[in-house]
Structure formats: structure tokens, C-alpha cells
């Protein structure tokens, strides 16, 4: 060993440290080039808090007077509402706005806002829009779209314009009934921004002091008006419960179902009260295709409108009651209709009106009704709901099948 | 009566002087390094830590990247002394041998032509090729036809360049960690889009000053403009280079730059001042184009080196596919030392002659061609107006 | 600038060593010997031991193209014929001669009667008849230089001394400036010159304070101060900048000649009281020598006398580490025994200690000496050439330009003796052609 190092010492004295340096220097640049990738992670972190900050910033502005912002979390809400377009019909027509950020907005002092940045769904799914609630007064103060997939043209989402967005503004949650009115021709978009925007209500009453005021309306009966005195001006009538106090009244409501005219009780109805009773009109499955023109008590002579398939004219249909008022003495058909038009070449019948003529006749003579191609779409209902209605009238006259 | 000692004339040396000679024209050259040293270590290792991307081992690396660069260089050439020479293997022999022969410096050069991320293996392999092929079996120093750092780093570069690349490229730290350099050298964009303008030149690395401030990517040394004007002073000063060779080959590249600038359409000053401060012409300059043994030796065949290398390396840097033009052109002249360091010796020591006229002639009308080519191509690379074409082919 | 900027090189002259002692007469050394060898020509010997000389006799003949008279320096009895050291490195044969202390004159050494009516001819022959020679190293008969068909019309005195260390001519000037403005206008008469000037470095304010109040009694003569730079004593360069003109071979193809101080101080002596080229001064310097000083000697003076009378060598010097050099340490030459005599082109015996340790790198390639080179060669080319033996290119190298200023060596960090190897290359090419 010793005699080795005698002889050899310079030897192993240049080949040690350079077996070290390839060693040392090789475990320190593959240290280094590992580092490579942890610096590369890092960066994207950083980048990425860098990009949401300025994000934060950029939504701050949305308050004028706030001068902090911060990354906040947000209750659960579940909460489901129909796609736009969608029926409803089965569990796919549905969705759940989701919030994807939620930030704290507070000036010197106070927390004065919240910003909630929620998905919806319009045309097309991805309707990000970012709401901007005032603690304050509850209510929106702004709105901004950030994504969205709609058709984005002028016959589409563009027609959504300042009116449409000036809405927004200052809109309070602190009522029953939230509406968004919409925009025709982006009817699904201006859903797809209702949906949202009760969505945030529904968060901020979650996340927040806050609690979403309820209408209180029961209807106890929502039916045809068919009191001949009344009828022309009210085709519904409507019993319904209301208020706090559970008070009694009798409404009537215009061919829309909005509220018409009080038939009993108080007129105390509040607005929210009166929306209420509209919906609940329009979900009682009454039809608006026919209604009554007028009735002569000593002829007994009925006038009937439809809606078939020409929108410009109604069809007029006049009956004559018998003296027992049990069944149809005459009737008289005035309508314009071209049957539907899709089915207009295959419609081979007598002209007009021999679809309402035929119905009425086989009503008439106790038949069943025949549906009749070429007019099954539009003519067919509107002659259905007429004599639905007819022989309704009929029954309450006293008579009838 | 007393014998005394023989000798030669002169018996004076400024070498005995105290602070000269070899020992000395090394260590100042050692001192000249470290600007860049220290430079290359601030850049991708101190700052970089300062701004808080690195850990601290990593602080360290390019200085000691640096260090192992020139150790192994040293222990190389120890080496292939106690293999060749087989009366001093003892330990005070092959320092005696090492000391007057300058060994540390191939690597310590070489290491600082490398990225950061080199792997040590390379390096090693670098100061091989360097130390040991470049330079030992020349017939060691002062008998080098290439300057050895620069053949390890060409001998790197046409070999390793993917293992390199493969470990993390020619950035440092900072700047993986911003995408706006894409990991490209300025002088790789430059040969990627063959064109010149600001605004994908100079742009995407801020402005002018951080090419001088050394502050773009590049290998570890080369891009501290800053640190190697003032390891030039230095330089100059102790008369360690002459003074004159870079300033030549520096305003050749500018010149012909701008004229490139001109001919491309944009005459702005930026270019030619980019063209110097990028890809390594300063480092160059300084520590390769002035190495004494493998450049000419007199005056004048400095002046002509300097002249030939600059056109050269507008040559390869704007046409041939070679984004550097600096290292290639350097090697390529280093073979031409030879032949220019006879013919200007003779042209110097002749005097004003009709034989040095017609040499020097000569030498004229190469360079004139040289350069005339190097414009003409750039002029049809570089999407020129058609007039200064037709002009240059008239010339040609 | 850069590409002719080859103006020789500062070098600190290390003067004040010997400058600062006066200058000492010593006319009277046992026995002197009188080398029988002028530059590289043998002398003829015409006197045999035994026979009785005075001073100013004839005792030896240089033949041939530069043939002239060697005198003896003392009187005396011809002692023997003896080997001694030379300044050309050699030893050579000597005639010793044996101080008789008389001080016996040779009866042609007698005043002139009337030096000013001397004809050019007249002074031309006597520069020959007292075996005048360049005392500046050259050695080269000055009246050969006189002897040119080319008009002079202008005489330099060259009083620059580069050479480091060497101080005997300054101190000859300083001391006896009449005489060197008389020699000089005796050369300018020999050659019919009408302007002479004196070069001298321009630090040495001793030789201005001394000669310029004197000038004005001697027309057409004036100073001319050069830069201190090494070496600015080279003819060539003195002559261009002192009449602002280059010439290929001699000076005298532009109408001038050169001649050293100490050389036109002993035409001066010779022209008035006909006393030949028997002494001359002498610097014994030296970081060995305990006290340089100067001595003014006759020819064939043992330096060892005059180093004792320094106070011999510095305590604790080794000769074996330490250089005897005749002449300046730039251009001197190396003697190996101490037994060195003064002879005609001894200007100045150096005693250098050796440098501590000498390292003997590879050229670096720094360029040093070509840059520095005063006649543009670029030694380190002229070297391969000669590594390659050939001549070819050491003559298109133009090595046979090479003055022998040693600069380039002094100049190399890494001790390559790279002026020896110019000096064989232009020995080669000398016998190559
Ligand atoms: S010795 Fe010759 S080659 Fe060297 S510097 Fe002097 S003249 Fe030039
Ligand atoms: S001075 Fe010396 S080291 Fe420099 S080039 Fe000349 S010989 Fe070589």
C-alpha cells in the first residue's frame, strides 16, 4: 500500500479528483436538471395565482368604493331548473347552475358586496355571467358576461341589448317574484341569465343573512268562466286562498290568465299576489284556443271564437241552442282557415269550412270525432277547445249529455 | 579569479522583473476571467436565487460548474503529462509542468461557452477534447493550431448538443420560468426567421441594455457584454491582448452588420449594436480572437485576423444555418494563423515595398470578397429591394 | 499606431548606480595587454617581447580594407605574448606590456602646432595614424566611415548611451564637453559637413548644462534631445530623427555621419596634441559591484584592477549565479572568467546577479516581440522559419534587418531567447548566401 502510493501518488492524485468531479459533478447536474421541472411547477403556480388576483382586481372594479377583494367560499345550494327549450319532460331536460368563484368584496371599513361568478345554461351550456350583490340594499349593483357558447349574431345573443342588461341593475332580491324580461328572438338566452340570476339569489340567501320573500296564494278552483253574463270579458274565473290571513276571493282573469277583475271578495290583492294567482292559472291546464264572443239569452244564440290555424281571423262559430237547451238546433260557421299549410296539399276535401262543419256535425249527432288529415295541427285542436267549451256552456245551462 | 554564468543577450528581461513574466501574464489573464466568472455566477445562480426561483444548492452550481470546468482541465492535462513524460511523475514535476503551461485555462473558457444545465459529463468531455486532443496532442501549449476551448465546445456543440438540450437547454433558472423566450437565443431567432426587425429581435429580451447587462439567455459567460469590456480594460491595460484586435473585429462585424440592417431595410443603429452584443462576439473578441498562441503574433497579421474573422463571422451568422458564426469562424481562422502570420511578417518587415503593396493588394481583394459575398447572400436572404441586388451582382 | 508602432521600449537605465561617482583617472596599471584581435580581424604583431615601448607607439597593424595602427597604452617592456579575455567572448593573444611607470611618450604624440589649418585630407589620415575606431561597441575604423564618396553634409554625435546601466560617455561628456565639440567640428571639417549635432537622452540635463553654453562658439552645431526609449541610441534611429530621413545600409547615402561621444572626444586629443586611441573610459556597474564607478583607462587594462578599485564584488555574490558582462546588459556578452582586459569596444563591465528562478515556458505567442521589434520583424516567424531551416523564408522574413537590440528577448514573458535565434537566422543566412 505504502509502496503503491510512493510509486503512484501523483497518479491516483489526478485520477481521484477527477473520478470525484465526474461523481460529485454529475449527482449535482442531475440535482439540477430535476430542479428544472420543480421551477417550471412552481412558475405555473405562481402564474396561474398571478392570473386569478388579476382577475379578483378586475371584478373589484364592479364596486366602486371597494378596495379589497378575497377568495370566498360558498354554501351548497341544490337547486335544479329546466333547460331552456327543454320540456322538462324527462330528468336530462334538467340542470344545476354551478358557482365557480366566489369573492368578498370590502371597502376601508366593511365588507360591502359579494361577486358570484355562476354557470348557466342559455342556447348552450356555458353561460358564465358574474353577479355583483350590495349588501347593502340585496341587490344586484352588476352583471357581466364572462363566457358563454350562445349563437352569438344579431338574431340571436346580441339582441340582447342595454335595455336588456339595464335590467339588472339595481335589481333587488328582496321580492316574492324575480322576473328577467326576455328578449325575443333570444328567448333561451334571457332564460339562461333568469335562471342564473334566481340561482344567485338562491346562493346569496344561502351564504347570507338573507331570506327570499314568499307569495302566499292557494287556488282552490281555477275553471272556465262560463256565467254568459261575464264570460265574454273573463274567460277564467278563479277561487283562491291568500295572504297570511287565508282570505277568500273569487278572481277573474283575462285570456292570459293575468288578473282581471275581482268576482268576490276585497280587491286587496298585492301585484306579487296577483303574478302568483297568473301562474298558477297557467299551470292548470285550461285552454286559450276558444272562447265566448257572446250569448243570447232569448235566441239562444252562442258566439265562439278559435284560434286555428290563420292567426289574422279567428274562427266564428254561432251556434242556436233549443228551446230545451239540451242540444244544438243550428250552427253556422264563419272562417277564413287554409287548414295547415304543411298539410295543405294533402288536404283533398271540400273547402272551407268543411273540417269545422264536420266536427261540429259529428258533436252534433253524438259521433266521435274524426280527426282529418290535412288540418290536424292547428284547425283540429281549435275546433276541439271550441266544442270542449260549447259543451261545457251547455252542461251549465242545465242540460247536455 | 572567478568563473561565472553564461548566458545570452539581453541579460535584462522584463520577465525577472518582479510582477512579470509568464506567471504573471497568467494570473492577470485568471483575473480577466473573473468578471465573467462572477458575472455568469450572479446571472444564473445569485440573482436568480435572490429573486427567490432557486434553492441554495443551486445558488452554487455555475460557480462550481465553472471550477470543475477548469480542475478537470488541470487534472487532464496532468495526466497526459505523467503518461507522455516519464522523468517528472513526481509530484513537484508535474506541477512545475502544469504551472508554465497554463492548463487551467481550456476549462474554465469551455465552461463558460456551456449552458447551465450542461451535465458534468459533458463538460468533462469538453475539457477532453480540449485539453487533452486540442491542445496535449498539438504538442501542448504553444504548439495549439486550434484554441482548445473553443474545439471542446465545437466537438460539444455538433455532439452533445442534444444531451444538453435534453437536461435543460440553454436557459437559467429565470428564465424556464418565463415563456416569453420560448428558449430560444436571440441569435436563434434571428436564424429561425431570417428577419430583421426590433420587434422579434430585440423585443421579446426587453431592450438593448439588458444585451449589454448580459441579462438574455445564452451559454453561462458569453452574453455579460458588461463583465467582458471590463475584463478587457483589464486586459489592456496589463497588456495581457492587444488592445487593438478586438476593437477591429468588433467594428468589422459591426460595420457589415449595419450594412445587412441597411440593405434589409432597417437602418436603425439597434442592429449592428444587436449583431455585437449578441451570440457571444464580445467573448470572443475578448478571449479567443487575442488568444496569443493560436492568432497571429505580429501587428499587423493581428489586424488582418481580426478583419478576416469579422467578415467570416457575418458571413456564417447571416447565412450559413449556424446561428453562433462566432466559434465557427474563430476555428476557421485559427488555420489560417499560420499562413497570415508568415505573409504580414514579411509586408511589416519589408516596409513600404511594391512586394508588401501587392501582398497587401491581395489581402484586399480576398476580404473585398469576402465581404462582397457575405452581402450578396444577405441581401437574397434578407428580402432586399431589388436595385441593391442588381448592384451587388454587378460588382460580383 | 498600431501597425508601425515600433519605437522601441523604456528600460530603466539602473544609471545612477555609477553615475553618481566621479570619474576616475587610473593611466597608470601595472601592466596592460593589447589585444591582438580588432572586432573579429587579427592584428599584425610588430614588436617581440623584450623590445621597450613608449606610449603612442606603434606595436600591431590591422591589414587590409580597414588596415591602421594599434598603439601601446603605457610605457614599457614588451613582457610576453599572452592568451587573454576578450570582449568578444574569446580569448585571444595579447602583448603584455610591463609599466615602467614613465610615462614616455612616443616622440610622434606632440602638440599641433596649428590644428585649424588641418586639411579634411589631413584629418582623415590622422584618424587613421591613431587607430580611431568606433568606441561605442562598434569598433569599426572611423576614418573608413570619412573615406565615402557620398557628400556629408551632416555629423551626429551620438551621446545617447541606451544601453542601461552604462554611464562613460555620459560622464566623459559631462566632463570634458570642449573636447567633444572640437572633435566635432573636426569631423565636420574631415567631411566637409556644415551641420553637427549632439543626440543625447533628454533626461541627461548633465550633457545640455554642460554644452549649451558652449555652443555658440562652435558654428553649426546644435543639441538634439531623444526620448528615453530603448534603443534610441541605434544610428538608424538617431538619424531619422534627427535629420528626418531613413536610409537602406550606411547613413552617409543621405549625406550624414555617425560617431560616438567618446570617439569624437579622442579625435579631439588627437588632432591637437596627436596622442592616438590609447585609453578610453570604462563603466564598471553592476547590482555585483560594491561601488560603481567609471575609470578612464588606457587599452589593455585588467577589469579585475578596476573591479577591486569598486571594492570588487558585492558581498555574498556567487559567480555561478552571476553574469561578467562585457558591455551593456542589453547587448553585452556573457564572459565566463573574470580575466577580462579593455580593449577599444569596452564600453562598460556589468556584474548582474542572476534572476532568482528562471521559468522557461513555451512562447506564448504573445506578439510582444514582434511589436516591439524597432526594424518590424516578427521574430517568432523568423524562429519557425529557422526550425524549418529555411532560408527562403528567413530571407523573405528579412531577418538580416535584425540590429541585435535584444529587445524582443527583454520583452518575453516567457525567457524565450528569441533575438538569439533571429541572430542565427541571420547567421544562417549569411552562409547560406
Ligand atoms: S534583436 Fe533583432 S529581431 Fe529582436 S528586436 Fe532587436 S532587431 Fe528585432
Ligand atoms: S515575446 Fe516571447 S512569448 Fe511572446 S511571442 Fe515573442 S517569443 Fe513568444
Partial sequence: MKAFFANKGSLALLIVPLLVIFIFGGVYSRYMTAQVEVHAEEERIRQEEEAERQFALELMTMFPEATEIEKRTVASVEKSYIIPGKAGANPEDFFSPIVKKSYLVSDASTDIGVIYVIESHGNKSGLVLVFAIEFATNSITGIQVLEHNETDTAAYFRKLGTEFYAQFDDLAFDVPVLVVDAVAGATYSSRGFE????????????????????????????????????????PFVADITYGTEAKNAVVYLALDFSFAAMASGTDDLSDFEKLEIKNLASQAGLSTLSYFSSYDAETRTVVMQAKGYVTRYTIQVTFVINEDLTAIESYSVLSRETYDSEYNELYTGPGV???????????????????????????EPAILSLIDLFDRFLGSLGGGE | MARFAGGKAPYLRIADQPGQGTNVVMRDFLIGLLPVVLFAWYKNGIQVYLDG???????????????????????????????????????????KRLHTSFSLIPGLILALLLPLYTPVWVLLFGAFMASIVAKMLFGGFGHNIFNPALLGYLAVGFTLSGVIAAAGGALNASEVLVDTYAGATPLGIL??????????????????????????????????????????????????????????????????????????????????????????????????????VTTPKNPWGKVVFALFLGALTVLFRFIGNFPEGVGTSLIVMNMFTMPIDNLTAQMRSAGLRKATFVKGGLLVVLLGALIAYALFKASTIYSLSII????????? | MILQKARGIRIDGAKSMSKTSPLREYLDPKVVYIPLVQQTFP??????????????????????????????????????????????????????????????????????????????????????????????????????KYCTKCAIDTIIINAVECEPYMTCDCLQVEKTPEKLLKGLRYFMKAAGATRGFIAYKDYNAGIREALEPLLPHYPGTSLFALNDRYPAGWEKYIVESVVGKTYQKLPSEIGVIVNNSATAIAFADMVEDNLPLVRRVITITGEGITSPQNFHVP????????????????????????????????????????ELVVSDTLGAVVVLPMPAEKLHPECLGCGQCADVCPVHLTPTEIKRALDRKDLKAIGSLNADKCMACGLCSYVCPSHIEIADYVAKAKESLKKGA
Fill in chain 1, 353 to 379: 269550412p268543411y273540417v269545422e262543419s264536420k266536427m261540429i256535425t259529428q258533436y252534433r249527432n253524438g259521433e266521435s270525432i274524426d280527426t282529418i288529415a290535412g288540418a290536424s295541427a292547428k284547425t
Fill in chain 2, 388 to 396: 441593391t441586388r442588381i448592384f451587388l451582382q454587378g460588382v460580383m
Fill in chain 3, 299 to 338: 587599452l589593455g587594462t585588467k577589469v579585475q584592477d578596476l573591479v577591486a578599485m569598486s571594492g570588487g564584488y558585492k558581498e555574498g555574490l556567487d559567480p555561478k549565479n552571476a553574469w561578467y558582462l562585457a558591455g551593456g546588459p542589453m547587448t553585452g556578452r556573457a564572459i565566463l572568467v573574470d
Fill in chain 2, 191 to 292: 436564424a429561425a426567421t431570417k428577419q430583421i426587425d426590433y420587434q422579434t429581435l430585440v423585443a421579446p429580451y426587453g431592450n438593448l441594455w439588458n444585451f449589454l447587462l448580459g441579462t438574455i439567455p445564452g451559454a453561462l459567460g458569453e452574453t455579460g457584454a458588461l463583465a467582458i469590456i471590463i475584463a478587457y480594460i483589464w486586459f489592456s491595460v496589463r497588456k495581457v491582448i492587444k488592445w487593438s484586435t478586438p476593437l477591429i473585429y468588433i467594428g468589422t462585424v459591426f460595420a457589415l452588420s449595419w450594412l445587412i440592417g441597411i440593405f434589409a431595410g432597417d437602418a436603425g443603429i439597434w442592429f449592428p449594436t444587436y449583431s455585437i452584443l449578441s451570440g457571444g462576439v464580445m467573448f470572443g473578441a475578448v478571449y479567443m480572437a487575442t488568444e496569443p
Fill in chain 1, 195 to 234: 335562471i342564473a340570476t334566481l340561482y344567485a339569489r338562491e346562493q346569496y340567501a344561502a351564504d347570507f343573512d338573507f331570506v327570499i320573500p314568499v307569495v302566499l296564494v292557494e287556488a282552490n278552483d281555477i275553471d272556465y268562466n262560463l256565467d254568459p253574463d261575464t264570460f265574454a270579458d273573463y
Fill in chain 3, 43 to 144: 592584428l599584425k604583431r610588430l614588436v617581440e617581447p623584450g623590445e621597450s615601448v613608449a606610449i603612442g607607439q606603434i606595436v600591431a597593424m590591422r591589414e587590409g580594407f580597414t588596415e591602421m595602427p594599434v598603439h601601446a597604452s603605457v610605457s614599457g617592456k614588451i613582457a610576453a605574448i599572452k592568451k587573454v579575455w576578450h570582449a568578444s567572448g574569446r580569448m585571444v593573444e595579447a602583448i603584455e606590456i610591463e609599466n615602467d611607470f614613465l610615462n614616455r611618450y612616443d616622440p610622434a604624440v606632440k602638440p599641433e602646432k596649428d590644428p585649424e589649418a588641418l586639411t579634411p585630407e589631413q584629418l582623415i589620415e590622422k584618424m587613421k595614424q591613431a587607430g580611431l575606431v568606433g568606441l561605442g561597441g562598434a569598433g569599426f575604423p572611423t576614418y573608413r
Fill in chain 2, 53 to 95: 426561483n432557486i434553492a441554495i444548492m443551486e445558488m452554487f452550481y455555475p460557480f462550481v460548474f465553472i471550477l470543475l470546468g477548469g480542475l478537470s482541465s488541470l487534472l487532464m492535462e496532468g495526466l497526459s503529462f505523467y503518461i507522455t513524460d516519464k522523468e517528472n511523475r513526481s509530484l513537484k514535476g508535474l506541477m
